[in-house]
C-alpha cells in the first residue's frame, strides 16, 4: 500500500492556500464590525464571511485530497 505522491503534494498545495485565508478572513471581519458607521460595512462584512467560506471548503478539499492520496494507493 503505497502513497500517492502527486495526490499528496496537491491536497497540501490546498492546505497551504488556506492557511493564509484563515487568518485574512476573520481579520477582515473584525475591521468591517470595527467600522460600523461606514456605507462600506454590509460589502466588508460579506467579502470576509465569503474568504472564511473558501477557507473552509478549501481546507476540506485538502484533507480529503490527503485522505484519497494516503489510503487509495495507486490506483
Not at 26 to 55: D, R
Not at 61 to 73: A, Q, R, T
Amino acid at each position: 500500500m503505497g502513497t500517492n505522491k502527486k495526490l499528496l503534494a496537491k491536497g497540501i498545495k490546498y492546505l497551504s492556500g488556506t492557511l493564509p485565508l484563515l487568518f485574512i478572513g476573520p481579520i477582515v471581519i473584525n475591521s468591517s464590525f470595527k467600522n460600523e458607521e461606514s456605507p462600506l460595512y454590509p460589502y466588508v462584512l460579506t467579502i470576509g464571511i465569503i474568504i472564511c467560506a473558501i477557507a473552509i471548503y478549501l481546507g476540506f478539499k485538502g484533507i480529503n485530497i490527503i485522505m484519497k492520496s494516503l489510503f487509495d494507493g495507486n490506483k
